[in-house]
């Protein structure tokens, strides 16, 4: 049968299971995104391995399928910039710079320590940290979302946190890949040269946005063109995530929330929200939740290198709970919502998979460490929607909840 | 580069080029499909190759992208659907089928006879007229859309009679695949056989949709499942357009058209149609239109096949509007709507191609006819809109243009 036949069959049966398990996960009291997350295990190569049924014949569906989960991604982290306020996130920024580098700094040396433990080389152990150190919150936005908590100022915290610690992480990898892989002498200067890319990415596009892209949404919602405003939003978010990995050397997901907090300013804003959340949740969403199983065979994980796995896997929570939950006390959080931030925070995703890849792609991680790492990966993102769900439970009396107004169907599963 | 990252740019590049092409059009007093549809000629091999510069590296980018592409035309046909009603589609019932008989039959005679002229063998002649038979309405009703006339006579014959057409080919198809190229002695068998396949498809997706789909609809669009109808109506529509090929033998588009006669029946339909709306014009079907000139290189026309290219261009449009013209006719339809019908099925489409396909796969027509055939589909359907924007710029009296409550998002620029 044509690619396009195996296609549409195979995002048919993906987009229902998806939705099928997040509603189950949803009737049994937990976020919808954990059911989802758990459905793609499910059908994913450690049970079904449903992408290599004999009638999946064409070897390019599952990157077909993952160029699509990874437009999800963009357009998730797109909507929960445009339910935020430039304003709502400059008042949190100390306790984001404190929580945000804490939760780099700690898990680094304690993934660095693994590393050591296992007997790994000095090279690998630091890799592992930065790994460790890597961080990818929409997970944990969309659960917020779902708990209708994703304005509080823990959630505001943790999506600044997560800003700075891609910052970190980035900065790191390339220092690490300067000074160690390529033996350049030039430390500094690779740092400042980083550091440059990114600040002329973050200046050029929030300056261009600032003013632009509010004006140009409106004008453009009133043109004799078939859902210009929706094309144009998707065109501009694509080239903020496309520009903050190409020109600032950052994740893409940072780009397309960029985009999402500059369009919040939108005076269309309502008709944006309302097209760009059908696209996202009736089709790319559903497929980047399941296919984060769907790369993964958890049995590897049951053989000669659990030990490492459980023990890395324990590393990689305990690292970011403490790291980033202290930063945030030391910022001015209670206590209750400094381990909401630090478990917010625990989810790795597809920025952990890519600083991993280049360690593979570099030699300094070999195959059997990166199957580890891919183990973890997916158990820190698994347990992050039940257990932020438990931490929010017993805050019921929190001051800080979301205002009732921002009941949109952006906010998960009550439209 | 990643091969996500050359995805992001170029849809970012292909949407926004879409999008400003067709606003050029709709500026110049044209259809916008038609300027979508001309930009993709010029960012094609034709002219930019845009895919095929050097930051495009990765060589399944434009698979990825007609993927897509094939995924918009789905969606469209779906809408086109949902803005009809079936009881319409009966009321013309006699002229679609004498235009849709019609259609197929002089195509099918003056194709082999432009064959034989150019001295191919029996077979390649028979098979040129049995593509030239094929018809793709999905241009010719977003042009239709655009002119707010999807709902007057003249549209809905164009729906049924593509119906009529497409039914017609495949049984040709099947037949002349059977006698001439297997050689099997049962013919009548093979034609029951696939009639048989038809009528079970058919039925089986008409009764299934009849009464469970609006009732579905309506239940789904209740339960606590963020856009959960809007993923319910993507599901059906992929399944529809699989079974239509994969059980039926049918075209996917028909499928998906199905799909939306039934869901137009359901309470929620309004909802269903602001969401698919958003995702069908806002990412997928300028995708579609654009994909269209990126799959052609025209200049390869004007080399040795230029004459065979001319003239199968003429006859194909021609056996078109004269064949399918006086069916609609004989069906008690006037000398202009006539005509109207006549130029609105012969846009060949992607259903042109697909028959294409299948004979040079088979060997029955040669890479140079094959490319002969891309030329002719392409003509036909640059040419569609702004011949049928100029038969219906002199009927401005006609009694049954579409009533005006039914000014949907759907019906092209005017959202």
Known sequence: MTPFLQLSLALAILIAAAKAGGYLSYRLGQPSVLGELLVGILLGPTLVDILHIPYFTD?????????????????LMFLVGLELHISDLAKTGKVAALAGILGVILPLIMGFGTGKVFDLPNTAAIFLGLIL????????????????????????????????????????LSL?????????????????????????YLGLAAASGWVALPKASRRISKLPVSQGLIAFTIVTLLLYGWAAEELGGMAAITGAFLAGLLFARSPVKQRIESGITALAYGLFVP??????????????????TFWLFAILAVVAMLGKIIGAGAGAFL?????????????????RGEV?????????????????VFAVVV????????????????SFANSKSSADRS???????AEGELE
């Not at 000074?179 to 400042?192: D, M, N």
């Not at 183990?375 to 438990?390: C, D, K, N, Q, S």
């Open 331 to 347: 910022g001015g959080l209670s206590r209750q919502e400094s381990l909401q931030v630090g478990i917010g925070m625990m989810s």
């Open 176 to 200: 690490f890949t300067a000074l160690v892989v390529t033996e350049s002498p030039g430390g500094l200067a690779t740092v400042l040269g980083v550091l440059g890319r990114m600040a002329l």
């Open 287 to 304: 497929i980047f939740f399941i296919n984060v199983g769907l790369t993964a065979d958890l049995r590897e994980l049951l053989g000669d």
């Open 59 to 75: 070897p390019h569906l599952p990157e077909v399928i993952h160029q699509m989960a990874e437009v999800g991604v963009l357009l």
């Open 352 to 368: 952990g998979l890519i600083v991993a890849t280049v360690g593979v792609a570099q030699g300094l991680i070999d195959e059997v």
């Open 133 to 172: 150190a890597a961080t990818s919150v929409s997970i944990s936005a969309q659960t917020l979302m779902e708990l209708n908590v994703l304005r509080s100022r823990v959630g505001i915290s943790l999506l600044g946190a997560a800003v700075f610690d891609d910052i970190l992480v980035v900065l790191g």
């Open 403 to 409: 205002k009732p107004e921002n009941k949109s169907a």
């Open 375 to 390: 183990g973890v990966v997916i158990i820190t993102t698994l347990l992050t929607p039940p257990l932020l769900r438990a």
